[in-house]
């Protein structure tokens, strides 16, 4: 076997796999690795040589491993990302200096090539927040308002939504915030407030800084005596999901709880139009992932040939009355909403 004197092919996938993310993110990885050499050079990891890669090409590739994946069912989305997989482990062996002088570059871009694949992967819809208070109304007004003994549960089950919204976070993540995960802290301008740190997959720490309005519902609807408690305790995950469920069938709708988040990207970025914030508050590494979170299919007169091709002349909104200014504002959340925070700032309201 030709490599590294030290470093064998399975040290650099053992040390891979061990420094993996997550879980979920580990039996991706250590599945699809192995199961890429088997079917496309028909031997285990440990006893692939650089020889062995050496003889790959593209027409391999495609024969053994793409063409018998879609033919198993597999989605071209999920043959994409397990090219990806394997890309990024070639990319551990050549750092490692794993079969020196190997052309890795070649592998990676030609060999492993996903460009006669498609995306087709099925986006989950988004609730917008109209849709939102529609279930929430439905959780609070009639799922559970004929029950005496559970008629609080609506409220709390509504604000578990809102909490879903406003902090745009995994509904799993959501379940597991405890009440000290909400510290009253001061930020980097001075100002104080509430403050979320929501733990993610991957070990990784989300800021969500909430009004106090938001924390005295919190408080004021959901038992909050012991630090260490989860803030949704006495809630559950299953039965949430079978609630939208439920919601869904009777009124012929369809979204998940992952909706919620991506409605909540999308109301924010409409509101804003600011690509950047959106990206944070959807704790997003990539952007191209935010885009399409909020992706929609905007109206003629929206896009930018039919924009660009008007004559316009502001002149004539002189010639409006302040009846007709104010309803054009409250037609348009965007401009309503930095109309507010204007007036806010100048303590006009």
């Known amino acids: 076997m030709i ?51 050496e003889s790959i090409k593209p027409l391999t590739v495609d024969k053994r491993y793409k063409q018998k994946l879609l033919k198993e069912g597999m989605k071209q ?80 089950y509504s604000l578990l939504v809102d909490f ?27 100002q104080k407030g509430y403050t979320i740190y929501i733990h993610d997959k991957g070990g990784k720490i989300d800021k969500k800084p909430i009004s106090d309005e938001f924390y005295s519902k919190l408080t004021a609807h959901l038992k909050h005596d012991e630090e260490n408690a989860k803030v949704f305790a006495g809630l559950s995950q299953r039965n949430f999901t079978n609630l939208m469920k439920e919601y869904c069938e009777l009124f012929d709708k369809e979204f998940t709880p992952h909706g919620i988040k991506k409605g909540a990207v999308t109301h924010l970025y409409n509101l804003t139009h600011d690509i950047v914030l959106a990206q944070r508050f959807a704790d997003h590494e990539d952007p191209k992932t935010t885009i399409r979170y909020i992706q929609s299919d905007p109206s003629r007169f929206s896009q930018g040939s039919y924009i660009l091709s008007n004559d316009i002349n502001y002149e004539s909104l002189k010639e409006l009355s302040r009846e007709q200014l104010l309803e054009l504002v409250l037609d348009r959340q965007d401009v309503s909403y930095q109309l507010y925070q204007g007036a806010k700032r100048k303590n006009y309201i």
């Open 164 to 190: 879903m919204w406003v902090t745009a976070s995994r509904i799993s993540a959501v379940f597991n915030v405890q009440w000290k995960d909400i510290k009253f802290e001061e930020d980097g301008t001075g």
């Open 77 to 156: 989305s999920t043959v994409i990302y397990n090219l990806k997989i394997v890309s990024s482990f070639f990319g551990e062996l050549e750092i490692n200096d794993v079969f020196r002088d190997l052309n890795y570059l070649w592998i990676r871009k030609v060999v492993l090539s996903q460009k006669k694949l498609k995306d087709d992967t099925v986006y989950r819809k988004k609730v917008g927040s109209d849709e939102l208070d529609q279930f929430k109304d439905w959780l609070v007004n009639d799922r559970f308002a004929q029950s005496v003994r559970y008629a609080r549960k609506g409220i709390q």
């Open 3 to 53: 490599e590294n004197e030290s470093i064998t092919i399975s040290d650099v996938f053992d040390n891979w796999i061990e420094n993996c993310a997550s879980e979920n993110t580990r039996s991706n990885y250590a599945r699809v690795v192995p199961d890429f050499f088997k079917r496309v050079l028909f031997k285990p990891l440990p006893e692939v040589t650089k020889e062995d890669l």
